[in-house]
């Protein structure tokens, strides 16, 4: 098994997930079209990567699209077709369907190029209709299709933003379900995923229906058992030998058993103990790399990469309210009821329809798997996002209720 830190794994590298594997393949078997759901980092391209190479395996054809650069139904489209390029009787009959537009002889261009001249010969008024073709193209092969479309809430949300308007989300997800509806028991199997949330955005624009015909599935941690067995099976692919209680103690010291955080602490307690000279990792080593390097300015670049894809799940006017949670949730340990009021009070003024954004914003941070809520309090559940988020904002967050405090005095002063 080799360490991996950044991006999807299949094959001997994917760890576990038996279970999740037998439920996805059974609803795929089962012609259910999926939305897995999960937080960041927690492998779901992986999991949807593995599950097509597993069934492939069994005959199936599989077909995997991200659609992060999209930015209109035409690249989706151009993206499905890209992905089906390698399946010559799907590919041939689409390109032919596209008449005109496609003259080139398809053995002789690869996928890339395929996927550049069918996004050429497609445009706003056409990629309904050829879109339907491609899918019916899929239905009519003799093998089962499995597609996957991964990220597809950041290409909806980038429509969303250039428009300013929902029409065109409304319209992409109205047509992709009626276009699979209408194949019926042929129709390729569809699941959508994405590492932000497609289930709160489809709420906060009004459109839940288009895509309750998925059946929704979320990826969660893996429990300390298996955390702990990823790590023993990575130290003995790489011969480290770690002291007895390192796992358990990487394991505590995460509290949470994100794929992702289990792999990035093997990968710098490694480290470590390489710079050290060493063969050999300690317990006291894992307090040392968490705080110095996991916390340190390495692990600053991954919270980069969370931030960056929490603005791309937010409302521009939600992302502020969102830090704010976050900072309070971070530094004073729980995000509660009190601290909400003062921040609607706090933000009121500035925020057109305040209340409902914290809503908003909470539904997607607890969605994402930043916090957790009990009886109306939120708190992170991993340490890690917790103190990444505390190092960041320990010197300039002051608690919410402190605030409205000295709004109070000042009040009463003047
Ligand atoms: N089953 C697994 N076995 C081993 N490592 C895994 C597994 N799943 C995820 N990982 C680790 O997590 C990292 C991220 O995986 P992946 O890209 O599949 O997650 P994701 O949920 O799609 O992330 P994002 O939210 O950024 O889209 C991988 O590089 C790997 O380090
Ligand atoms: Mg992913």
Known sequence: MKSSTGRWVSGIDFFNRETELRILESRVRDNNHVLLTGQRRMGKTSILRELGRRLEDEDWVFLFADVEGATCPEDVIAQIAQAAHPVRSISSRFASAMGRWFTDNIEEINTLEFGVKIRAGLDAGSWRRHGEQLLRNCAEYDKPVLLVIDELPIFLKRMLHNDGDAQRVDEFMS??????????????????????????????????????????????????????????????????????????????????????????????????????????????????????????????????????????????????????ILAEAATQEVFTPAARQCLERLYSKVVDGTAGRIADALEILVHDGYLKSDNARYRFPSNLLKDWWSARFRDHHTPLEKRRFEGKSQERMQ
């Open 175 to 324: 047509w992709l379900r009626g276009a699979l509806q209408s194949l019926g028991d042929d129709s390729p199997v569809l699941v959508l995923s994405g590492s932000i949330g497609l289930g709160p955005l489809m709420r906060r624009l009004d459109l839940p229906d288009r895509i309750n015909h998925l059946y929704s599935f979320r990826l969660g941690p893996w429990g300390r058992d298996i955390s702990i067995e990823c790590f023993q099976n990575l130290s003995n692919s790489y011969r480290l030998s770690v002291d007895e209680g390192v796992a358990d103690a990487v394991y505590e010291t995460l509290g949470v058993g994100i794929p992702h955080h289990v792999q990035s602490f093997f990968a710098r307690l490694r480290d470590f103990a390489m710079m050290q000279e060493r063969d050999r990792v300690t317990v006291e080593d894992v307090d040392e790399v968490y705080r110095n390097v996991l916390l340190g300015a390495s692990g600053q670049n991954d919270l980069v990469h969370y931030e960056t894809r929490l603005k791309e799940g937010l409302e521009n006017e939600s992302y502020p309210l969102a830090m704010e």
